[in-house]
């Protein structure tokens, strides 16, 4: 699109001139045409971190080495809610002070080698049970499928492209991808129910009105992103396939 569709698009959301250039950068599509792959050995100091995991938790936490669409990640799961706010201030956050940890239902931890995921089994963005119709045991249990393949969503772009964000883009592809993992199908109206609960952090910096734009093209984006999952070209895909459609796409698109 050129910045004159982009701009036109914006206006179509309700933006304001105010507005323009904030949200023209937001919404610019950051993902390289050409992927630059990173590796994917693990770190020698993973089986230090594992030790200390298993020092930190006061019941052993299970460990999966998950071969994602990305490559092989360590998933760590802890048994309990304290395990796992306990792991994520001592090994993710070093002991600092952590706002609103309570809230965290997963830690994606990457440097140049090293990379592991820790995973909570609580309803995933805070979401009831009953708001998704299931029941208690078989919400838990999706959030967790939803989590882990989210995570390892974020650790593709990461190693392919070079970069994962709080953004809606990244949200996007990474909530499509655990959905689809967990159900075997994609709904906007359950990824706008995750995305109510987050939009604050996916927006931070915006104004209130350029906030309000974004969260509308959030809604357009999602119906668009089930629209596609419904037609022949996206059966022919495999995960990596669809991550790729979905980077090589930006968000204002979805308008047209």
Same mark, same amino acid.
């Given at each position: ?14 933006? &304001? ?10 919404? =610019?599509?950051?993902? #390289? ?5 990173? @590796?994917?050995?693990?770190? #020698? @100091?993973? #089986? ?8 930190? $938790? ?5 460990? +999966?080495? !998950? ?24 090994? &993710?956050? =070093? ?6 940890? +309570? ?16 995973? @909570?089994?609580? #309803?995933?963005? %805070? ?7 299931? %029941? +208690? ?14 995570? $390892? ?21 990474? *909530? ?17 129910? !995750? ?24 809604? &357009? ?11 022949? @070209?996206?059966?022919?895909? *495999? +995960? ?8 090589? =796409? ?7």
């Amino acid at each position: 699109m050129t910045d004159e569709q982009r701009k036109k698009a914006l206006y179509r959301l309700g933006a &304001v001139d105010v507005d323009m250039d904030a949200l023209l950068e937001y919404t =610019k599509n950051v993902f #390289p045409c050409i992927p630059d792959v990173q @590796s994917d050995e693990l770190s #020698p @100091s993973w #089986p230090a971190l594992w030790k200390r995991a298993l020092e930190i $938790c006061n019941n052993p936490p299970h460990l +999966e080495m !998950f071969e994602s669409v990305a490559g092989t990640v360590p998933i760590i799961y802890p048994a309990s809610v304290a395990d796992y706010k306990n792991l994520l201030r001592e090994i &993710v956050y =070093k002991c600092k002070d952590v706002p609103h940890i +309570e809230k965290m239902g997963a830690s994606f931890v990457h440097g140049k080698t090293l990379r592991f995921i820790i995973l @909570s089994n609580k #309803p995933y963005s %805070g979401v009831a049970a009953e708001d998704m119709g299931l %029941g +208690e045991k078989e919400w838990l249990e999706k959030s967790v499928t939803i989590r882990k393949y989210h995570e $390892c969503a974020h650790y593709y772009t990461k190693r392919f492209f070079g970069l994962t964000r709080n953004h809606l883009h990244d949200e996007l592809i990474a *909530d499509f991808c655990g959905l689809y993992a967990a159900f075997g199908e994609y709904r906007a109206e359950w990824f706008l129910k !995750f995305y109510a609960l987050r939009s604050g952090i996916y927006t931070k910096g915006l104004s209130l009105t350029a906030a309000a734009v974004v969260d509308r093209l959030a809604g &357009v984006a999602a119906n668009g992103v089930e629209a596609w999952t419904k037609t022949a @070209s996206f059966t022919r895909l *495999d +995960e990596a396939g669809r991550i790729g459609f979905l980077t090589a =796409k930006e968000l204002l698109e979805y308008t047209q």
